[in-house]
Nanobody, 125 residues
Framework: QVQLDESGGGSVQAGGSLRLSCAPS????????MGWFRQAPGKEREFVAR????????DYADSVKGRFTISRDNAKNTVYLQMNSLKPEDTAVYYC??????????????????WGQGTQVTVSS
């Protein structure tokens, strides 16, 4: 089992910044990658970014490229999502997920076995 503890989020005006954190615990040695997804009301959960636990390579959704940065600090066992130049359409509940090697595409939520509790991000115009 892997537990994910999220923090950060909140309300900000368009153009502002927020940083989300996700701290995995438990069987963290099983983690292959960590991802951030978001879900707006009435919409499906969508991929935002992911980082491989070893090596640190990253992938981003086109909608956030150049504005969001995912990183991990293995010493602190924490993954971050730095969100800059926020837009109202970024408003959603953000979830971190742990990929422990399930088959599938990294941008599919089905690949992630464990999820955090979610944190609300609201961007006003």
């Amino acid at each position: 089992q892997v537990q994910l503890d999220e923090s950060g989020g909140g309300s900000v005006q368009a153009g502002g910044s927020l940083r989300l954190s996700c701290a995995p615990s438990g069987r963290t040695f099983s983690i292959y990658a960590m991802g951030w997804f978001r879900q707006a009301p009435g919409k499906e959960r969508e991929f935002v970014a992911r980082v491989k636990w070893n090596g640190g390579s990253t992938d981003y959704a086109d909608s956030v490229k150049g504005r969001f940065t995912i990183s991990r600090d293995n010493a602190k066992n924490t993954v971050y999502l730095q969100m800059n130049s926020l837009k109202p359409e970024d408003t959603a509940v953000y979830y971190c997920g742990a990929d422990i090697g399930y088959s599938g595409s990294y941008y599919s939520s089905k690949k992630y076995a464990y999820w955090g509790q979610g944190t609300q991000v609201t961007v006003s115009s």
